[in-house]
């Protein structure tokens, strides 16, 4: 092997023309070995050894080669139907080359998000055309030991036959068709991929976040806000790429955290971006602000009150043009407002003031400002509710005149979210908006429902629960689960709302994050 990298270091130096070759030929080390000779001790984690050591003999004699080093690790990089030991071993040693040609680090994580988008939004299509429970497998990540749970050659994933550890019980799915099976059989594989990949991914950040400087994780973190921009962002189909970002805002959230949140805003508030975008990060921002378990009462107040600040501005600049309800108009209004609501049905004790100064300056506000039909809302003569009542955050105050416009956002955003936030408005005494849905019920809205860019408002919601069996373990500890026992709830008016309830509760807590099959302009 020394006498090896001798000659290579020779070749290299006296030859400019070898530097490409003698490249891919060390790159191409990084791919999985399904073959290893048994008459050798040598291991797969010893031979990738070897080649990074190669990689760096090689570098620090021709040090600009690292352009021509990217081309080659793109090159070499598997097709996304490889198998799992094919993608985690490449990505875990791509991954390794950027602690020391740094260089390359934006590059390289470029790379793998686009290739795990890919894997990612291929499971939710497949999983969209499935009618069936899925119990997903796990990859062990141990590169050493003998890969052969996918029977085919180490390429492709085509004629795959069913493993063991991989198979689908035949009893519970006696009444699926040849063709289902084959597609669960593709699923299961496919998610064991992402699975390692996002571990993998996890791992090295995670060690950044603990052994890197200041710079170097800066250095991560705003390459990972453009990476999100340009690949994730708007792939409507993507459920756990982005759990990367969710994760290292986690890691430092009065930075990281603060800077995404108003990223997304600044995405949300600026009219020269295209009406996908801004809703795609409306999207973004209430399930960020939902999920993450790591964000205070005082940023969650803030987000919401920069959310109702925009729609109120909207509104006054727009809601004398809206005549009759039209749900291919102000898609950004309406996906800003149900943002709005979802935050609360997830985060309304974030959203009670519980300063006494706070407290004391909500209650001098001039009560006659505020119309009698608003008042209806928030203050029933009959009263609501149980328990006694709350003091609100500013964000919220706005909250019952723009669920009064004309825009009726209480009809066009999601039925789930606003079926639930229904509820909890009233059992918190925050609001009482179930004389609105009544009255909504009468109206007719011509195209509701079809393939448009409010269909996506409706059922997009990106850090739904996380699922992945071996990765997991990096989100759980920072994921808010939706508490569907709340223990100011109370009993139902009638048998309707209650049944209406149960469903919402149970719907919440499976929001699906898959967009109406029929859209697919976001891809």
Known sequence: MNTYLDFMENLVSAHAFYIVPVLNSIVSGFRYRSNIPQITNITRTMSYERHHEALRCVLKLIP????????????????????????????????QVTDYVPVLRKQVLGMVVDQMVQIDAQIQIELDEVDADIEFDVYNLQFDENYD?????????????????????????????????????????????????????????????QDSEATVQNEIFYALVD????????????????????????????????????????????????????VAASAYIQSYVARAKFLDSTTIQRVVAALTSWCESYAWQYESQ??????????????????????????????????????????????????????????????????????????????????????????????????????????????????????????????????NLLQTVQSFFPFDPYKLGSSRIFVDNIYFEWIADDEDEEESDSEEEESSDEDVSAGMMSMSISPNPNVHFLQ
Not at 186 to 191: D, N
């Open 149 to 209: 749970s996918e029977d085919s050659e180490p390429e492709l994933e085509d004629d795959i036959d069913l493993s063991d550890d991989a198979s689908v019980d035949s009893d519970e799915n006696a009444d699926i068709g040849a063709d289902t099976k084959d597609d669960i059989k593709e699923i299961k594989y496919m998610v064991r991929k992402l699975d390692a990949m996002m571990t993998l991914c996890f791992e090295f950040l995670a060690r950044h976040a």
């Open 322 to 451: 809206v005549q009759n309800l039209d749900c291919t108009k102000h898609d950004v209004f309406y996906a800003v407002i149900q943002a709005v609501m979802y935050i609360f049905c997830f985060r309304w004790r974030d959203l009670v003031v519980t300063n006494e100064l706070e407290i004391e300056e909500e209650m001098e506000e001039d009560i006659s400002s505020i119309s009698y039909e608003e008042r209806q809302l928030t203050h029933p003569e009959s009263g609501f509710g149980s328990g006694a009542p709350r003091n609100w955050c500013v964000g919220l105050r706005n909250l019952p005149r723009l669920v009064m416009s004309k825009f009726n956002p209480l009809k066009l955003c999601s039925p789930g979210v606003v079926q639930q936030f229904a509820k909890l408005a009233r059992n918190t005494h925050f609001m009482y908006v179930y004389p609105i849905l009544e009255k909504n019920r009468e109206i007719f809205v011509p195209g509701l429902g079809n393939a």
């Open 227 to 278: 990476i999100f921009d340009r690949a994730v962002l708007k792939t409507l189909k993507s459920r756990y790429t982005q759990f990367l970002l969710f994760f290292f805002c986690s890691l430092n959230v009065n930075v990281y955290s603060e800077y995404f949140l108003d990223h997304l805003l600044h995405h949300i508030s600026d009219s020269m971006k295209p009406n996908v975008t801004r």
């Open 64 to 95: 600009t080669a690292s352009n021509s080093l990217f081309v080659s690790l793109v090159r070499h990089m598997p097709h996304k139907r490889f198998n799992s030991a094919e993608q985690a071993a490449y990505i875990k040693n791509i991954l």
